[in-house]
């Protein structure tokens, strides 16, 4: 439930869709759901895996297998990865709480699409609001690592997560009865596969990592907790199967609403935060289904910071061998990310707008380096590990098989994190890159 708490978020509701509108549509949700098959069963189990033989966490699981340091720079991958990413993920986890807000006090109201996505522009992206607004998730976070109450929120989880849903569903129904709502549905589910270019492979390999929280040793520290008796199999495929439901619904919500009302499908960061008012305001009890479904994004974001936020709380105590006890490393966690989410917007709309590389500021550049480069590489690094150097046996990976499942899924495994994964992951790198020029 933790595993699928930290992979369903706002990865699948706002980064799935405006990815899916920048990379051609139906295409990329093709690649998207090859790639999830590739990757996702393998390097989950893989983390779990790894969390299981080592009993510790990420930054010192590959030293408690290996009994050396040889693989520590892993750890302190993964550690740094967290890092980049949790800034940013408060931001857009901000934005919910403002969009939560408005919807409370009825903005939405009437707002035509220039006006929504003016609204956008001029109001969310405001420093001192973006920073007041993701300074909540923050603390509220903290305080739930604080009190250590993580696992009655993902328990609480269990009930809002089949609400989510149903919400969800309910909003695909009405967007699907919307004048014009054909074209946006042919859009995201009638693939142009003239549209894949090893730059749409790269951000849907990319995409993927990112929606199912693997590639940054996570889910080792669920592997070290998860009881001995769980076999990882299930859980992996029911986290995969939830996670990627999501991500559809989010998509069959969003673009049959795009063209309906004449938004942009490229329009990036911001489509959903324009798109979904918009749907929201057509349901027939408008303002509790905002309200409801602010909420529930909110928590659905909630339970990914958790995790995110515990692999830097745990890091931090692990670093100090013990001298920094657990509430102490909550205040530093918290003093650390408010810091970076603060260079983060500035860098973006505020005095520090300036302060750009490559083109990008420093938000946009943190989710690209993260989501395509950092998470696929620590992928790649874990799977050879696993695959090559650590010895692991059966009873770690499924310790109730059914007879005849054994057989074949142990060497299936054993054969995709040796070659599968890392030659993919590597082909769509040099391709993405341009090294190779495979179209
Ligand atoms: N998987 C989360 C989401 O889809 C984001 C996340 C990535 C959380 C990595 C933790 C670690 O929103």
Same mark, same amino acid.
């Given at each position: 439930?933790?595993?699928?708490?930290?992979?369903?978020?706002?990865?699948?509701?706002w980064?799935?869709?405006?990815?899916?509108?920048?990379?051609?549509g @139906? %295409?990329?949700?093709?690649?998207?759901?090859?790639?999830?098959i590739? $990757?996702?069963?393998?390097?989950?189990? *893989?983390?779990?895996?790894?969390?299981?033989?080592?009993g510790?966490?990420?930054?010192?699981?590959?030293r408690?297998?290996?009994?050396?340091?040889?693989?520590?720079?892993?750890?302190?991958?993964?550690?740094?990865t967290?890092?980049?990413? *949790?800034?940013?993920?408060?931001?857009? *986890?901000?934005?919910?709480?403002?969009y939560?807000?408005?919807? &409370?006090?009825?903005? $939405?109201?009437?707002m035509?699409?220039d006006?929504?996505?003016?609204?956008?522009?001029?109001?969310?992206?405001?420093?001192?609001?973006?920073?007041l607004?993701?300074?909540?998730?923050?603390?509220?976070? %903290?305080a739930?690592? +604080?009190?250590?109450?993580?696992?009655?929120i993902?328990?609480?989880?269990?009930?809002?997560?089949?609400m989510l849903?149903?919400?969800?569903?309910?909003?695909?129904?009405?967007?699907?009865?919307?004048?014009?709502? @054909?074209?946006?549905?042919?859009?995201?589910?009638?693939?142009?596969? !003239?549209?894949?270019?090893?730059?749409?492979?790269?951000e849907a390999?990319?995409?993927?990592f $990112?929606?199912?929280?693997?590639?940054?040793?996570?889910?080792?520290?669920?592997?070290?907790?998860?009881?001995?008796?769980?076999?990882? *199999?299930?859980?992996?495929?029911?986290?995969?199967?939830?996670?990627?439901?999501?991500?559809?619904l %989010?998509?069959?919500?969003?673009?049959?609403?795009v063209?309906?009302?004449?938004?942009?499908? %490229?329009?990036g960061p911001?489509l959903?935060?324009v798109?979904?008012? #918009?749907?929201?305001?057509?349901?027939?009890?408008?303002? /509790? !289904?905002?309200v409801?479904?602010?909420?529930?994004?909110?928590? #659905?974001?909630?339970? !990914?910071?958790?995790s995110?936020?515990?692999?830097?709380? &745990?890091g /931090?105590?692990?670093?100090?061998?013990?001298?920094?006890?657990?509430?102490? !490393?909550?205040?530093?966690s918290?003093a650390?990310?408010?810091?970076?989410?603060?260079?983060?917007?500035?860098?973006?709309?505020?005095?520090?707008?300036?302060?750009?590389?490559?083109?990008?500021?420093?938000?946009? =550049?943190?989710?690209? =380096?993260?989501?395509?480069?950092?998470m696929?590489?620590?992928?790649?690094?874990?799977s050879l590990?696993?695959?090559?150097?650590?010895?692991f046996?059966?009873?770690?990976?499924i310790?109730?098989?059914q007879?005849?499942?054994?057989? +074949?899924?142990?060497p299936?495994?054993?054969?995709?994190?040796?070659?599968?994964?890392?030659?993919a992951?590597?082909? /769509?790198f040099?391709?993405?890159?341009?090294?190779?020029?495979?179209?």
């Amino acid at each position: 439930m933790a595993a699928a708490g930290s992979a369903v978020g706002l990865g699948n509701i706002w980064k799935f869709p405006y990815e899916t509108g920048q990379n051609g549509g @139906g %295409a990329f949700l093709i690649v998207y759901l090859i790639c999830v098959i590739i $990757f996702g069963m393998p390097l989950l189990m *893989t983390e779990i895996l790894i969390g299981r033989n080592a009993g510790k966490s990420t930054f010192s699981a590959f030293r408690a297998i290996t009994g050396n340091n040889r693989w520590q720079w892993l750890g302190w991958w993964s550690a740094l990865t967290v890092l980049i990413l *949790t800034g940013f993920y408060f931001i857009v *986890t901000g934005w919910c709480v403002d969009y939560l807000y408005e919807s &409370a006090v009825n903005s $939405f109201v009437g707002m035509n699409t220039d006006a929504l996505l003016t609204h956008f522009n001029t109001n969310v992206m405001n420093a001192p609001k973006m920073i007041l607004c993701s300074i909540i998730p923050i603390l509220g976070t %903290a305080a739930i690592l +604080w009190f250590g109450v993580s696992s009655g929120i993902e328990r609480l989880s269990k009930i809002l997560m089949p609400m989510l849903l149903i919400m969800m569903i309910l909003m695909t129904i009405r967007v699907l009865m919307l004048d014009g709502s @054909g074209t946006g549905l042919r859009f995201f589910l009638a693939p142009d596969f !003239s549209q894949i270019t090893p730059a749409v492979v790269m951000e849907a390999a990319g995409q993927c990592f $990112f929606s199912l929280s693997v590639g940054l040793g996570l889910m080792i520290t669920y592997g070290a907790y998860m009881p001995k008796d769980q076999e990882a *199999t299930m859980t992996s495929l029911s986290v995969i199967s939830l996670d990627t439901l999501v991500a559809v619904l %989010a998509g069959l919500i969003i673009f049959p609403a795009v063209f309906a009302f004449g938004f942009n499908p %490229a329009e990036g960061p911001q489509l959903v935060f324009v798109v979904l008012p #918009a749907v929201l305001q057509h349901m027939t009890f408008a303002w /509790i !289904s905002g309200v409801v479904f602010f909420i529930l994004l909110f928590v #659905a974001a909630l339970t !990914s910071t958790i995790s995110l936020m515990e692999v830097i709380v &745990a890091g /931090i105590m692990e670093l100090s061998h013990g001298k920094i006890n657990r509430h102490k !490393s909550v205040l530093i966690s918290t003093a650390l990310i408010i810091a970076i989410v603060v260079v983060y917007v500035l860098s973006m709309t505020g005095v520090w707008s300036n302060l750009q590389l490559f083109g990008h500021n420093l938000f946009e =550049l943190s989710d690209t =380096l993260v989501t395509n480069f950092m998470m696929p590489l620590g992928a790649l690094a874990m799977s050879l590990f696993v695959g090559w150097f650590m010895p692991f046996q059966d009873k770690d990976l499924i310790p109730h098989i059914q007879k005849g499942y054994k057989k +074949w899924f142990r060497p299936l495994f054993v054969f995709s994190l040796r070659w599968i994964v890392p030659i993919a992951i590597l082909l /769509i790198f040099l391709n993405g890159l341009g090294v190779l020029n495979i179209k």
